[in-house]
């Protein structure tokens, strides 16, 4: 059994997924974010960075591992599925998990700072990370144009690129001209999986953009 701490955040996302694809029994324990419940001292026993998601593997000696990318890579091993076995195969998920996480995620991380939350709109950072984005996803499209997936087959590499740039909106990213990527999301949105690990956590409480973002700002700026 797995113990998962998370929120309903693009990160957090990626662990759900992951789980409901591998089809693990697995506990969801949603911390509030807004309340700093990821900086108690309980949970930085768990994840000393006090961030979400993180997992206690119940079944290996209380086994805990903390940041999103290397929560997916324990999962997928564990199972045995998600992530080939084969040197080259899993070079190839392995490179593409590393393009979200030290390319997609943050860019995209930055543009909702400046674009969504903060009240001030400072132009040439808006457009630095919205543009570096923009060309990330186009990365993602030519490659795709040529393979269905990122690494041939369906991987944890899909699954955490895809869980961050379904949120291109809230970014103000467009994806206009991006067809092939658009198949291979529409492809993953189809995923009853990936459907559930979205919806998971559920939402609490219903917000518009404004007022979610002016929540999210003010967990920004603690």
């Given at each position: 059994m797995i113990d998962?701490?998370?929120?309903?955040?693009?990160?957090?996302?990626?662990?759900?997924?992951?789980?409901?694809?591998?089809?693990?029994?697995?506990?969801?324990?949603?911390?509030?974010?807004?309340?700093?419940?990821?900086k108690e001292p309980w949970f930085l026993k768990i994840n000393p960075n006090g961030r979400i998601p993180a997992i206690i593997d119940r079944a290996n000696d209380d086994f805990a591992v903390f940041e999103s990318g290397a929560i997916m890579i324990y999962l997928a091993e564990k199972a045995g599925k998600l992530l080939p076995t084969d040197e080259k195969?899993?070079?190839?998920?392995?490179?593409?998990?590393?393009?979200?996480?030290?390319?997609?995620?943050?860019?995209?991380?930055?543009a909702n700072v400046f674009y969504r939350y903060f009240p001030e709109k400072y132009q040439p950072a808006i457009d630095r990370y919205q543009n570096e984005g923009r060309r990330l996803m186009e990365v993602i499209d030519g490659h795709l144009a040529h393979h269905e997936y990122l690494a041939d087959d369906y991987s944890i590499a899909d699954?955490?690129?895809?869980?961050?740039?379904?949120?291109?909106?809230?970014?103000?990213?467009?994806?206009?001209?991006l067809d092939h990527m658009k198949r291979w999301m529409d492809d993953i949105a189809a995923r009853p999986a990936a459907i559930k690990g979205i919806n998971t956590p559920p939402e609490e409480v219903k917000q518009d953009d404004e007022q979610k973002a002016k929540d999210i700002l003010k967990f920004v700026q603690k």
């Open positions: 998962l701490y998370t929120a309903r955040t693009p990160n957090g996302y990626k662990a759900t997924v992951t789980l409901e694809e591998l089809e693990m029994d697995y506990t969801v324990h949603h911390l509030q974010l807004m309340e700093n419940e990821q195969g899993r070079s190839r998920v392995m490179q593409w998990l590393m393009f979200q996480m030290g390319g997609i995620g943050p860019m995209m991380g930055q699954i955490a690129n895809w869980c961050w740039i379904r949120g291109h909106e809230w970014s103000g990213i467009s994806i206009d001209g």
